[in-house]
């Protein structure tokens, strides 16, 4: 069960000194531990809540390289950002993929049509023609690509490419931290830092875990503050100085029932002027987003948040009928943490980039994360092993493979032994894809164990939902290695389930209840009240 591999964890924070301690479990945190732990760093990592609880499971599920900033001239930061958004596809290929923007420019918009083709053909030469080359379109070609834009608003159109995640956000994040601990890391969930003391050479953090109650101190040479939007509140409580600050920019999408039948995605400029989205999300669509300034991380969906992108998406697409919050299956809120330096007071949010900034105390051994983007972790990764190194922490192993899919010899292997034993004619056909893209995708190596649960039993190779596609293997395998501990995790982290059905459609589900059996045992009833309590 997820519950013995967790408590063990928590265990071992207590007994060993480490290297170096991560607070935060988000992509920072994430990359960090992986990238470290890969070269033999002893890391401890611990988050408040979920790994990938915050920031990191809000966002569009997209990969890209930053065309927005180009309005303001930030060349070398969209160069940056399309060269790691190019070095994602390569590494993770299965995960990471490319996929075409639809993009409207509606009559009276402040730009012509063609000004903003040619800085779609700009972007993809800044980026390197990684991707296909971007198409200008008139009104009439906009609407044989689409039959759901709206197009008596509309005065032209363009066609360009960025990346997108297969699976969500959430577990994509997840998935560095199962690789940190492979390699050693002893990484929790639902473990606070409520403070944090440099004494005697040494960090001593004070935690505690969040399920029992139980105080642990966890002692380390260095200090990641990789706490996302909270990274400022960490460092009050450690009394760290920083040039950085947040500030935060809240952001809402809304998933409903499929509103168009394109695999693109379909852009357009909102009524505040920018960018808004209607994602395919599998059976689904995801739209939005909202850009509003608030002053905390803990934020909420609002009424005017629903109003603004119902109203944006009646007003751009042609649907049957209007939507409304019935259509609304599920929404995702979370703040972006951008990061400023100095006196954060009349900073203009507006013009600020997510670029990332880390903050090194090299006297006190203490980095700060601040900002940052799931397109640029490789080198968030990459950048936080560079200074733990010149802090004087050994590296034991020397090692790049700390990221992407496994080698092209072991998939060869795998999609060989799932077409001998006819994996994919076992793929039920309510499924949106067949089982070896998805095994290979979600699980990577251990997509072998996958098949040898199956080859055990075929009534591993059933669906135990109704309305969800996950196998018995599936949620045996989440078990065994996901660390799930609240049925939350499951549902909306390491799957999207909560993200694309509705709670009434499968909270009475038998298999529902089985599923909490298998990850949690006993206590599998008392984590499925936990979780219908918690959406009442």
Same mark, same amino acid.
């Given at each position: 069960?997820?519950?013995?591999?967790?408590?063990?964890?928590?265990?071992?924070?207590?007994?060993?000194?480490?290297?170096?301690?991560?607070?935060?479990?988000?992509?920072?945190?994430?990359?960090?531990?992986?990238?470290?732990?890969?070269?033999?760093v002893r890391v401890a990592l611990i988050d408040k809540g979920d790994f990938a609880g915050g920031t990191s499971s809000q966002s569009s599920n997209l990969a890209w390289g930053g065309i927005k900033y180009l309005e303001k001239?930030?060349?070398?930061?969209?160069?940056?950002?399309?060269?790691?958004?190019?070095?994602?596809?390569?590494?993770?290929?299965?995960?990471?993929?490319?996929?075409?923007?639809?993009?409207?420019?509606?009559?009276?918009?402040?730009?012509?049509?063609?000004?903003?083709?040619?800085?779609?053909?700009?972007?993809?030469?800044?980026?390197?023609?990684?991707?296909?080359?971007?198409?200008?379109?008139?009104?009439?070609?906009?609407?044989?690509?689409?039959?759901?834009?709206?197009?008596?608003?509309?005065?032209?159109?363009?066609?360009?490419?960025?990346?997108?995640?297969?699976?969500?956000?959430?577990?994509?994040?997840?998935?560095?931290?199962?690789?940190?601990?492979?390699?050693?890391?002893?990484?929790?969930?639902?473990?606070?830092?409520?403070?944090?003391?440099?004494?005697?050479?040494?960090?001593?953090?004070?935690?505690?875990?969040?399920?029992?109650?139980?105080?642990i101190e966890i002692q380390c040479n260095v200090l990641i503050n990789a706490c996302g939007p909270e990274v400022d509140l960490l460092n009050q409580y450690a009394d760290q100085k920083t040039t950085y600050r947040h500030v935060?920019?809240?952001?809402?999408?809304?998933?409903?029932?499929?509103?168009?039948?394109?695999?693109?995605?379909?852009?357009?400029?909102?009524?505040?002027?920018?960018?808004?989205?209607?994602?395919?999300?599998?059976?689904?669509?995801?739209?939005?987003?909202?850009?509003?300034?608030?002053? *905390?991380?803990?934020?909420?969906?609002? !009424? /005017?948040? &629903?109003?603004?992108? $119902? #109203?944006?998406?009646?007003?751009?697409?042609?649907?049957?009928?209007?939507?409304?919050?019935?259509?609304?299956?599920?929404?995702?809120?979370?703040?972006?943490?951008?990061?400023?330096?100095?006196?954060?007071?009349?900073?203009?949010?507006?013009?600020?980039s997510r670029k990332h900034e880390i903050e090194v105390d090299e006297q006190r051994r203490q980095l700060s994360i601040f900002g940052g983007k799931l397109t640029d972790c490789l080198n968030v990764g990459e950048e936080v092993?560079?200074?733990?190194?010149?802090?004087?922490?050994?590296?034991?192993?020397?090692?790049?493979?700390?990221?992407?899919?496994?080698?092209? *010899?072991?998939?060869?292997?795998?999609? !060989? /032994?799932? &077409?001998?034993?006819? $994996? #994919?004619?076992?793929?039920?056909?309510?499924?949106?894809?067949?089982?070896?893209?998805?095994?290979?995708?979600?699980?990577?190596?251990?997509?072998?164990?996958?098949?040898?649960?199956?080859?055990?039993?075929?009534?591993?190779?059933?669906?135990?939902?109704?309305?969800?596609?996950?196998?018995?293997?599936?949620?045996?395998?989440?078990?065994?290695?996901?660390?799930?501990?609240?049925?939350?995790?499951?549902?909306?982290?390491?799957?999207?389930?909560?993200?694309?059905?509705?709670?009434?459609?499968?909270?009475?589900?038998?298999?529902?209840?089985?599923?909490?059996?298998?990850?949690?045992?006993?206590?599998?009833?008392?984590?499925?009240?936990?979780?219908?309590?918690?959406?009442?």
């Open positions: 069960m997820s519950l013995n591999l967790r408590n063990n964890n928590v265990r071992k924070l207590a007994e060993r000194d480490y290297d170096v301690g991560i607070v935060g479990g988000g992509i920072n945190g994430a990359v960090a531990a992986a990238a470290l732990a890969a070269r033999g001239g930030d060349l070398p930061l969209v160069a940056g950002l399309c060269k790691s958004r190019n070095h994602l596809m390569k590494s993770f290929p299965s995960t990471v993929k490319e996929i075409r923007f639809l993009t409207t420019v509606q009559r009276g918009f402040r730009m012509p049509a063609i000004l903003l083709y040619f800085g779609a053909l700009l972007y993809w030469v800044i980026g390197r023609f990684a991707t296909e080359a971007p198409i200008l379109l008139t009104r009439r070609a906009l609407g044989r690509r689409d039959k759901r834009i709206r197009l008596d608003t509309a005065r032209a159109g363009f066609e360009y490419s960025d990346c997108y995640l297969h699976d969500n956000d959430a577990r994509f994040v997840f998935n560095f931290i199962r690789k940190a601990m492979n390699y050693g890391a002893v990484a929790a969930n639902y473990v606070s830092a409520n403070d944090a003391n440099f004494q005697d050479g040494g960090w001593h953090v004070a935690a505690a875990d969040e399920i029992t109650g139980e105080r935060f920019s809240k952001g809402v999408h809304l998933i409903i029932d499929r509103a168009v039948d394109s695999p693109r995605i379909l852009a357009f400029f909102a009524s505040d002027g920018r960018l808004f989205f209607v994602i395919p999300m599998g059976p689904k669509t995801c739209i939005g987003t909202t850009d509003t300034e608030v002053d *905390d991380p803990a934020v909420s969906v609002s !009424l /005017q948040d &629903r109003k603004f992108i $119902l #109203d944006n998406a009646n007003e751009m697409l042609n649907l049957e009928k209007p939507l409304t919050e019935v259509d609304i299956i599920a929404e995702r809120c979370g703040v972006r943490p951008l990061a400023v330096s100095g006196n954060s007071d009349g900073a203009n949010w507006v013009e600020l092993a560079n200074i733990v190194a010149s802090l004087g922490v050994q590296f034991s192993e020397d090692t790049q493979r700390w990221y992407g899919e496994p080698d092209g *010899d072991l998939k060869e292997e795998f999609l !060989l /032994q799932a &077409r001998l034993m006819g $994996l #994919d004619d076992m793929t039920d056909p309510r499924s949106c894809e067949p089982l070896t893209d998805r095994f290979w995708r979600r699980y990577g190596a251990h997509a072998f164990e996958m098949l040898e649960l199956v080859r055990e039993d075929p009534a591993n190779a059933v669906r135990l939902m109704e309305h969800a596609e996950y196998l018995r293997c599936e949620i045996e395998m989440a078990g065994r290695l996901e660390m799930i501990t609240k049925l939350e995790d499951f549902l909306r982290r390491r799957s999207k389930i909560s993200l694309v059905v509705r709670d009434s459609d499968f909270i009475d589900d038998p298999g529902l209840r089985e599923a909490c059996e298998i990850l949690f045992g006993n206590e599998g009833d008392a984590k499925l009240q936990e979780y219908v309590e918690g959406t009442n």
